[in-house]
Structures are given as C-alpha cells and as structure tokens.
Nanobody, 124 residues
C-alpha cells in the first residue's frame, strides 16, 4: 500500500485545515487508518484512527472534539478535518495504514505503511 498525504499548510490559530491521505496499490478496505504527528524534538504521537469498516473512530485527548477522522473506501482516501487549530498542533502529520486491532490502534509500531508527511503550521 502506498500512501500520499496532502492538505497541510500555514493557518492562524482558530482556523481549519483538512488533510487527505490517498492510498493505492493494496487493499485499502482491509486496513485501519491512522494519523500521527511529530513536532521538532518530540516523538511521533497518535492523533486519530479509524477502523477498516469506518464504524469506529479514536482520538487523542488533545484533539478530541476538534478533529474528525473519516474515510471514503470508494476513493481509497482517509481525511482528517482539523478545526479550532492551536499553535501546539504544529507538526508534520503522517497517515498510516495497518491491520490494527483495538488494543494496537494507537500504537505507531502496529502500522505497516506510512505516507510521506505533510507540514501543518499554526501561527498564534
């Protein structure tokens, strides 16, 4: 599975962005999808994930109620709608795919495929 992330950019605090991650070359429907982020000098952290069926979503406490993950299996694409952005959301955002289960869906090591990352910068 190849993943191509897009949609990052520079936005003011309080603004919104929508990230997209297009998958190709594999069975998109069979994979859980996750978004992770990494800020300079920090470890990669879980942001959000969605099960293969799309019926269950998961969020980190820091983005819950502000971000929404969704997927369109017909388009082989997963989205991350980010609202009420804060300067601390500044990071490179990565999408990932894997045959994850409930206990591993927040664990980056459980994902097999990664996109190249897209920069999100939130100015104060």
């Amino acid at each position: 599975v190849q993943l191509q992330a897009s949609g990052g950019g520079l936005v003011q605090a309080g603004g919104s962005l929508r990230l997209s991650c297009a998958a190709s070359g594999g069975t998109f429907r069979g994979h859980g999808m996750g978004w992770f982020r990494q800020a300079p000098g920090k470890e990669r952290e879980f942001v959000a994930a969605i099960r293969a069926s799309g019926g269950n979503t998961y969020y980190s406490n820091s983005v819950k109620d502000r971000f929404t993950i969704s997927r369109d299996n017909a388009k082989n694409t997963v989205y991350l709608q980010m609202n009420s952005l804060k300067p601390e959301d500044t990071a490179v955002y990565y999408c990932a795919a894997g045959r994850v289960i409930l206990t591993t869906i927040r664990d980056p090591t459980a994902y097999d495929y990664w996109g190249q990352g897209t920069q999100v910068t939130v100015s104060s």
